[in-house]
């Protein structure tokens, strides 16, 4: 008889486990690293700075309430910081809504191409993930919508999306957050919200100060260039940030990441100089690639979803090795339900425009 051994929750092994952008290249190659939306700026100097000198006191336990991070928040968005909750990224704080507002007999409900932390965060809490259909690699709010049941306990919404690069104007949001019965939790997931520049486009702040059943979650990992450190942070309803500060760790964020996060969310000009630099290169990088005879949806963040035909040797694993072989990675989304597409990064200026050259290189050698 087998001897007797713990076993997981119902759900857990059905989780695929996420599988982040690569970070090498064979054969030792220094890498073009165009596979997780990292910023080409790198961080704010003076987030450096917050966190070297905060190497002088790590004998000491961080601030459990993030009280430096969370004010600097505050003062620049003007929100109030007891409705302000920080995590180890925006991934630990979407885990932790799903923690606390789901459970077996419950649907957590997000789109075709959504994010993958969702259906994970959702099969881990034991509940049942439903998928909505996207129109043309957009958010349907009517698809959403028609897939409510008195089961649904969240939908998640990541606006602007990833991988797509899509965004939902305010407009349909609202109208999204109209339809769901009032016991259903929107969480509007902005990690690439500080690059949009759309004019009907906002990142959740009103509708969360607005009503008592939306969640909004932003991330340092992007724009900011934190990503090594793990800084997140959620604005929500008064409730909502009580319960995921009772059930959240008592010292979930670092000393040096506190320090960090502040000082890069008072650096505002670094941001903009981010900002400028996707402004120009997401359009040029779009162009470019389309004039080689590839289809790229339409983006507003800091990346590009790039659609390839189905033949043999033109396809996107072709291309991913192509690419590879002369040290450039991308993202490949079949897990996303996109084996089509590779999602390409927007780097500096060298790095876009050899990735440009070795597409033509691609398509090229295979025309």
């Known amino acids: 008889m087998a001897p007797l051994a713990p076993k997981p929750r119902p759900g857990v092994l059905d989780i695929e486990a996420y599988v982040p952008g690569e970070s090498h290249v064979a054969g030792g190659l220094p890498p073009v690293k165009l596979s997780s939306n990292e910023t080409p700026l790198g961080p704010s100097p003076k987030a450096v700075a917050a966190f070297t000198a905060a190497g002088a006191a790590l004998e000491r336990y961080p601030d459990g309430q993030a009280t430096a991070l969370r004010q600097a928040i505050a003062r620049r968005f003007g929100l109030k910081p007891d409705r302000i909750v920080c995590g180890a990224g925006s991934d630990e704080l979407i885990s932790l809504i799903a923690h606390a507002y789901l459970g077996p007999g419950d649907e957590g409900l997000f789109t075709e191409h959504g994010f993958l932390l969702y259906r994970i965060v959702v099969l881990a809490a034991g509940a049942t993930p439903v998928v909505a259909p996207e129109t ?209 990064t927007i780097g500096t200026e060298a790095e876009n425009r050899k990735v440009v050259d070795a597409l033509k290189a691609f398509v090229g050698a295979r025309a």
Not at 240 to 267: E, K, Q, T, V, W
Not at 285 to 296: D, N, R
């Open 136 to 344: 043309n690699y957009r958010t349907d709010v009517d698809a959403i919508l028609k897939r409510v049941t008195p089961r649904t306990r969240i939908v998640f919404l990541a606006n602007p999306n990833n991988p797509t690069g899509t965004y939902l104007g305010i407009d349909e949001v609202r109208r999204l957050r109209a339809g769901l019965p009032g016991d259903v939790l929107l969480l509007l997931d902005a990690a690439y919200a500080e690059y949009v520049r759309r004019n009907d486009y906002e990142a959740g702040l009103e509708l969360v100060a607005t009503t008592e059943n939306t969640v909004m979650t932003r991330t340092f990992s992007k724009i900011f260039g934190l990503a090594g450190l793990r800084i997140g942070w959620a604005y929500c309803p008064s409730a909502i940030a009580d319960a995921l500060n009772r059930i959240r760790g008592p010292f979930n964020l670092s000393a040096p990441s506190i320090a960090a996060g502040a000082a890069a969310m008072d650096d505002w000009a670094h941001i903009e100089a981010s900002v400028r630099h996707n402004d120009e290169w997401l359009p040029w990088l779009t162009g470019e690639i389309e004039k080689l005879g590839l289809s790229v949806t339409p983006s507003v963040a800091n990346f590009i979803l790039v659609h390839f035909p189905p033949s043999a040797g033109r396809d996107a694993a072709a291309c991913d090795a192509f690419l590879k072989a002369r040290g450039i990675i991308v993202r490949r989304v079949a897990g996303y339900g996109l084996p089509g597409a590779l999602r390409i």
